[in-house]
C-alpha cells in the first residue's frame, strides 16, 4: 500500500500576530517572577488566564450586540462548555478597583488639609498622638481604619516619616515609593500595570485623541551618574506628581443630586515610574561555554574487560596465568 503523505502545519504569515505573541513574552517574565515570589503554580496562572479571557470575551461581544457562548468559544478556542462553566460563576475581581493606598491618603492630607499645615503652607510638624491637631487624628481620618502605630512604621519604613523628638513626626515627602511583598504592594501592581496597559492599548485602536504617554530611554547610560539620575528623577517625578494632584483636585466638581444620577463618572490619573535594568552585552567564546557546560559520566569499566576478554592476545595471556 502507498504511504500517505502528511501535510506539514499550515503556517499563516501575520506580523502583527507575531508581534503580539513577542509583547506578551515580555509581559509575562515579570508576572511569572511575581508568580515565583508569592507561590502562584503555573496551573493557577493558566486557570486564571482561561477566566479572565472568557469574561474579557463576552464583555467585547456583549458591547457589539451579541451574546452567544458560541462566539465566545470560537474567539478564545475554549471548549464551548467551560466558557458557560465559567460566564455562570461568580467573578468577584470584574470590576471592583483599587482606590488611594492608606498610605497615600495619609500624605495627601497632610499636604493639602489646612487643619494641619504650618503657618507658611508646608505640612506642619504633629504630635503622634493627640485628640485635635495630631498624627493620630490625621490617620484615623484617612488612614482607613489602620492603627496609628502600623501607619507610622509604614511610612517611616519608606522614609516618608521622620520621627522627632518628644513623640514628634514630620512629612518628608509627598510620594510613598511602596516596598516590600505584602498584599497591598501587589495590589498597586495589578491596579498600575492595569491602568499603564489600557492607555497603551487605548492609543492603539484610537489614533484621533491619543492619551499622553512618553518614556526617556538611553541604552548606554554611565555607572558613575546612576545614582545622581535616580535622585534627580525621583525630586522631578514628586514635584510633577505634586502638580498633577492640585490640578486634578480643581477638576472635581461637587455632585448634584439630580445630576449624579445622569453624568457619568470619570477616573483620571498619571503616573511616573522609574526603570533600570542590566543589559547582558558580553560576548563568549564558543570553547569557554562548551568547557563550562557539565559532561555526562558513564562506566566503561565492563566494556573494558569485556574486550579484553575477546582480544585474543590477551587470552593468550590469561592461559598463561592459568
Not at 508568580?35 to 503554580?41: I, K, N, R, Y
Request: hydrophobic residues 40%; charged residues 30%.
Amino acid at each position: 500500500m502507498p504511504r500517505l503523505r502528511t501535510q506539514p502545519p499550515l503556517r499563516i504569515n501575520d506580523p502583527l500576530r507575531e508581534a503580539t505573541v513577542v509583547a506578551l513574552k515580555r509581559i509575562i517574565d515579570p508576572l511569572v517572577s511575581l508568580m515565583l515570589d508569592a507561590g502562584v503554580t503555573v496551573r493557577e496562572f493558566s486557570q486564571l488566564v482561561r477566566e479572565r479571557a472568557v469574561r474579557v470575551a463576552a464583555k467585547r461581544i456583549c458591547k457589539e450586540g451579541g451574546n452567544s457562548n458560541s462566539r465566545v468559544a470560537i474567539v478564545t478556542g475554549l471548549p464551548r462548555s467551560e466558557v458557560a462553566r465559567i460566564l455562570k460563576s461568580d467573578d468577584v475581581s470584574s470590576t471592583k478597583r483599587l482606590g488611594q493606598h492608606p498610605a497615600r491618603r495619609v500624605l495627601a492630607a497632610w499636604f493639602e488639609n489646612p487643619r494641619f499645615l504650618a503657618a507658611n503652607g508646608d505640612p506642619g510638624i504633629l504630635p503622634i498622638f493627640g485628640k485635635r491637631r495630631s498624627f493620630e487624628q490625621l490617620v484615623a481620618m484617612h488612614g482607613g481604619g489602620i492603627p496609628v502605630r502600623a501607619m507610622l512604621d509604614e511610612l517611616t519604613q519608606i522614609d516618608a516619616v521622620e520621627r522627632l523628638a518628644d513623640q514628634r513626626v514630620r512629612a518628608k515627602s509627598r510620594i510613598p515609593i511602596l516596598t516590600g511583598l505584602t498584599s497591598g504592594t501587589i495590589a498597586v501592581i495589578g491596579e498600575r500595570t492595569r491602568d499603564l496597559l489600557e492607555t497603551l492599548t487605548t492609543n492603539l485602536r484610537n489614533t484621533t485623541k491619543p492619551l499622553f504617554e512618553g518614556t526617556a530611554l538611553v541604552d548606554e547610560a554611565n555607572h558613575e551618574l546612576i545614582s545622581l539620575i535616580r535622585r534627580e528623577i525621583a525630586e522631578q517625578g514628586a514635584n510633577f506628581i505634586t502638580s498633577a494632584n492640585a490640578l486634578f483636585n480643581r477638576s472635581r466638581v461637587k455632585q448634584v443630586r439630580s445630576a449624579s444620577k445622569t453624568l457619568p463618572k470619570c477616573r483620571l490619573g498619571v503616573t511616573v515610574y522609574y526603570f533600570q535594568d542590566e543589559i547582558d552585552n558580553v560576548v563568549r567564546p564558543e570553547n569557554q561555554t562548551a568547557r563550562g557546560r557539565r559532561k555526562n559520566l558513564q562506566r566503561k569499566r565492563l566494556a573494558t574487560n569485556r574486550n579484553r576478554v575477546e582480544d585474543p592476545s590477551h587470552q593468550a595471556v590469561l592461559k598463561d596465568q592459568l
